[in-house]
């Protein structure tokens, strides 16, 4: 059972908040964390829903910004608990929202998993919140699962990148920018997360053009600042 302590929402760019889910080290050795981003606009989004059983923990959190009802999408990079366990949960608790996902995801498990239909995108399609407009990113393998993709949101130069820069501990700081490669790095050679495959480095370049300002982080703090070198030095680092 997942124990976690002290959620906390906090604005990492303009209209976007990050939900922080901690776990303590008794709960997973080190701490760790579980964050979701929520994009407030004419039709809000959140970007990975949480654990099914953390759903109470992070409703909590949308609520102190906005009410959960008036959700109207529900995205998420790969098909795994931590990115869309409680997909079910906030599609019940707001009756309007729809499921977002890459088109294999939806074709080969949210189609299954969830009554509501999934809006399946293509890579570079643009959904519109309203003022905010999100470009799908298909990454296949990037870090892992062929259906890998993320959003990212060119009015405010964020890249909902998943589980890119992985990072241990419980989170605390919402927004930094220091240096999130190096614990990065020393948890993938912990827990080696990374599928290494053919595309790898053009797919991590394609993400570098898009020249993010905030990389916002499944895992550990979301990141500000030259977006674009840190994705490089990342596929720099896998390729080494």
């Known amino acids: 059972m997942m124990t976690a302590v002290q959620p906390s929402i906090h604005a990492v760019a303009e209209d976007t908040y990050r939900i922080?889910?901690?776990?303590?080290?008794?709960?997973?050795?080190?701490?760790?964390?579980f964050n979701q981003y929520l994009v407030v606009d004419d039709k809000p989004l959140l970007f990975h829903t949480g654990?099914?059983?953390?759903?109470?923990?992070?409703?909590?959190?949308?609520?102190k910004v906005m009410p959960l009802e008036k959700l109207r999408y529900v995205a998420f990079s790969h098909f795994e608990?931590?990115?869309?366990?409680?997909?079910?949960?906030f599609l019940a608790a707001a009756p309007g929202a729809q499921p977002v996902c890459g088109r294999v995801a939806a074709m080969v498990s949210v189609?299954?998993?969830?009554?509501?239909?999934?809006?399946?995108?293509?890579?570079?399609?643009?959904?519109?919140l309203g003022k905010h407009e999100l470009v799908w990113q298909a990454t296949p393998h990037l870090p892992h699962g062929w259906e890998c993709g993320y959003f990212f949101d060119r009015t405010t130069q964020t890249l909902f990148?998943?589980?890119?820069?992985?990072?241990?501990?419980?989170?605390?700081?919402p927004l930094t920018d220091g240096d999130i490669l190096g614990p990065s790095e020393a948890f993938r050679k912990q827990e080696d997360y990374f599928s290494y495959s053919r595309d790898a480095g053009a797919l991590m370049e394609k993400l570098a053009s898009l020249k993010p300002r905030v990389l916002a982080c499944m895992h550990g703090s979301a990141w500000k600042g030259d977006g674009a070198g840190m994705l490089r030095q990342l596929g720099a680092a896998l390729a080494a």
């Open 20 to 33: 922080s889910i901690p776990l303590p080290p008794e709960e997973f050795p080190g701490g760790f964390s």
């Open 51 to 63: 654990p099914k059983k953390l759903f109470p923990l992070v409703s909590a959190q949308i609520a």
């Open 81 to 89: 608990a931590d990115e869309c366990g409680a997909l079910a949960e």
């Open 111 to 128: 189609s299954d998993y969830v009554d509501v239909p999934p809006i399946a995108m293509e890579d570079g399609q643009v959904l519109s």
């Open 161 to 173: 990148c998943g589980d890119l820069f992985t990072q241990p501990g419980t989170g605390e700081v």
